[in-house]
């Protein structure tokens, strides 16, 4: 596993930041680590790159124990911590070869100037750190994470203050190194982790509520279903009443409906049955499952 989670634990006072939570992800998975503010997340992602230590359970990067190989670990790491630590003196090509000196990087060079362009800082790379943009910060702050080639990357919240044009560039790029690289990022854009991501990580009060992909936490309960039909006109609603297997009718309007139901299968046949026998024209017909947004808010809602 390139990083495993093993009964963590961190308290502060009577709070309890990080609640004896376990985890494992291993290499090539993009993992989206979500939660509300204050939910834990910066504080385990410290953890994991031991700027922070536990003060019980075990955090582990490719194999190393963050407590006893911390040299190690970091050379493993690639992070971008929430508050981008940045010297905005210095210009940008300047920096990352300070960095690359900080790892020690024999072709100092080679390694600027590809991660220059891997990041699209090339228009920006002779300004000082300080005259950039905060889209253009953050983009030196991935660039200095990835210089070293690192196995894991920790991202927290890296795409933002980015423009929507750069966020689908910041995307590609995580995309890319998820291919062979691990990746643990956070991000309150939850349109941005499911574009990048299969699996998902939700944290509340220190605790982890869901650990699942994608797909599975979106299908939700089996009486969670929503089948949206559109008509050709508006109908009258107290004929869907008919249908037995509906839940719940949400009317979007007079021709728009989401209904609830445990068995959406039977729903759209009833539903097609009911359109012939009242001469009903029936324009969309789609099964949805339930959205991210909606999952999150169901696992962190007080």
């Not at 990746?183 to 990048?196: K, N, R, T």
Request: glycine content about 8%; charged content about 25%; hydrophobic content about 40%.
């Amino acid at each position: 596993m390139s990083i495993q989670i093993t009964q963590l634990l961190k308290q502060y006072g009577e709070q309890k930041a990080v609640n004896d939570i376990s985890f494992r992800i291993g290499k090539g998975e993009i993992v989206g680590f979500l939660g509300p503010n204050g939910a834990g997340k910066s504080t385990t992602m410290k953890i994991i790159t031991g700027y922070l230590q536990s003060d019980k359970g075990q955090a582990a990067v490719c194999g190393l124990d963050v407590n006893k190989e911390p040299i190690g670990v970091k050379k493993k790491i690639g992070y971008l911590p929430e508050a981008n630590p940045l010297y905005p003196d210095m210009y940008v090509r300047e920096y990352l070869y300070f960095v690359a000196g900080v790892h020690g990087l024999k072709d100092k060079k080679a390694a600027v100037e590809n991660v220059i362009a891997l990041t699209g800082l090339t228009v920006e790379s002779k300004k000082k750190i300080g005259q950039l943009s905060k889209g253009y910060k953050q983009r030196v702050g991935l660039a200095a994470a990835l210089i070293h080639d690192p196995e894991v990357l920790i991202l927290d919240e890296p795409t933002s203050g980015l423009d929507p044009n750069q966020i689908i560039e910041i995307r590609n790029v995580i995309k890319a190194q998820g291919k062979n690289k691990t990746v643990l990022f956070s991000s309150h854009i939850l349109q941005e982790v499911e574009a990048i991501c299969d699996r998902v990580i939700i944290i509340n009060k220190g605790n982890i509520v869901a650990d699942d992909t994608l797909a599975n936490l979106q299908r939700g309960k089996k009486d969670q279903h929503i089948v949206n039909v559109q008509f050709g006109n508006d109908i009258d609603p107290s004929i869907l009443k008919r249908l037995q297997e509906v839940n719940a009718i949400d009317a979007v309007s007079g021709s728009h409906y989401r209904l609830q139901t445990a068995n959406p299968d039977q729903v759209r046949k009833h539903l097609l049955n009911l359109a012939v026998a009242y001469n009903l024209n029936v324009v969309s017909l789609q099964t949805e499952g339930q959205s991210l947004e909606a999952v999150f808010k169901s696992l962190t809602r007080d």
